[in-house]
């Protein structure tokens, strides 16, 4: 029965798994799953999908088998300008799905490569590890086969066994339980490095959309590294780090230096980040618009320098604004033309490492997202 229970358990979360694959798109651009974000588990809104229910009964009896005739009301119809409507429901099912669930469904939705870390493994996290049996345990950790096993054995040494009616049924000595021991596991090191713009042409509108790019780049990231650090800085011409929060909800109205940002994150690195023990992932979210050429050139020259070497990845990711110039996407993309959806670089060099993706609405998140991770890196 048991077994038979988690059979349909497992076939209703794969009925689940195929709608959130199918509705992909949509899923990425709902602001509320991070809302409802808690102990790496969201709540997912499901159209048309039912709970999973015992069903039982005669099926020649109920509803539509009694007397009367077809078409008959059933009880009395309400009436006056409260009556209900005469429109069929729709379903709705809020399932939670882990994080760990959501990024390999959008894994294999956008084909994405799994992430090779790099470095050494200096974390180390403590796991159980089955290693052996026992005689004594919880009934949850209760080894059938061994337990069989053992019955049997006593029966055959003591002539209890009937081959002719082989019934074999432990006692108390025959049980077996799996036993644990606690093991350390190295997990590679992360480290991710969010940048923004905060200045007067960066609105609610933009925040919200890198808030949602944000949550995905999160969530695909955890699923390929154990350990893992995020640190925030926003920018105007000024720059600092803050905290989660902080970054989200904070607005300025001044102009942009983008090179204020691109410096502060390479004093964060090279005060807490070896590259040669951490993997790097560098992203900045901006409008496209900055102070100066001036400016641009100097963050084309930390980039090269500074930035791209150490780092398994840069992302860019460029928001519309009815504020924003946009041309720091094309400074870029002019710097780096390997950086440019569709183009490649005829020799392995640090501007690979450096991914431009612009997003004007919701929609644009799943080729952002395709865009960043498709080289698996």
């Known amino acids: 029965m048991i077994n038979a229970i988690e059979q349909d358990h497992q076939r209703f979360r794969q009925i689940v798994k ?21 102990k790496r588990f969201v709540s997912i809104p499901v159209h048309d999908l039912d709970t999973p229910t015992f069903r039982y009964g005669d099926n020649n009896t109920g509803v539509g088998m009694g007397e009367g005739q077809e078409g008959q009301t059933v009880g009395k119809p309400d009436q006056g300008d409260n009556a209900g409507g005469d429109k069929d429901g729709q379903h709705i099912l809020e399932v939670d799905v882990s994080l760990d669930e959501l990024a390999d469904i959008l894994s294999e939705e956008l084909e994405l490569p799994r992430i090779k870390p790099k470095g050494e493994h200096r974390i180390s996290t403590i796991k159980d590890k089955y290693t052996g049996i026992r005689p004594v345990g919880p009934a949850s950790l209760r080894h059938f086969k061994r337990t069989y096993r053992e019955a049997l054995k006593r029966q055959i040494s003591m002539g209890l066994y009937d081959p002719d009616n082989p019934v074999i049924i432990p006692i108390k000595r025959d049980l077996r339980f799996r036993s644990w021991n606690e093991v350390r596991k190295p997990q590679s090191n992360a480290v991710i490095v969010y940048m923004m713009d905060v200045s007067g ?17 999160d969530t695909w990231l955890r699923r390929n590294y154990e350990g893992i650090e995020s640190r925030y800085i926003i920018h105007d011409v000024r720059a600092q780090e803050v905290d ?5 909800s904070i607005r300025e109205d001044g102009g942009t230096r983008i090179s204020s940002a691109f410096q502060c994150c390479k004093q964060l690195l090279t005060d807490h980040y070896d590259p040669s023990d951490w993997n790097i992932y560098l992203f900045h979210f901006s409008d496209g618009d900055n102070s100066s050429e001036a400016d641009n050139r100097q963050c084309v020259s930390l980039l090269i320098e500074d930035l791209l070497p150490p780092c398994n990845m840069f992302g860019y990711c460029q928001v519309a604004s009815a504020y924003g110039s946009g041309n720091f996407l094309h400074v870029l993309r002019e ?3 390997a950086s440019t959806p569709g183009q490649s670089s005829s020799s392995p060099s640090d501007d690979c490492k450096l991914v431009t993706t612009k997003v004007n609405s919701k929609d644009d998140i799943y080729e952002s997202l395709k865009l960043l991770f498709k080289a698996g890196r």
Request: net charge positive; glycine share 8%; proline share 2%.
């Open 244 to 248: 989660k929060k902080t970054f989200f």
């Open 335 to 337: 710097a780096f033309p």
């Open 201 to 217: 042409s960066m609105g609610d509108e933009q925040k919200e959309l890198v808030r949602l790019n944000a949550f995905w780049i």
């Open 18 to 38: 195929g709608k959130i694959r199918k509705e992909l798109r949509r899923f990425l651009s709902r602001s509320e799953l991070i809302g409802k974000e808690g």
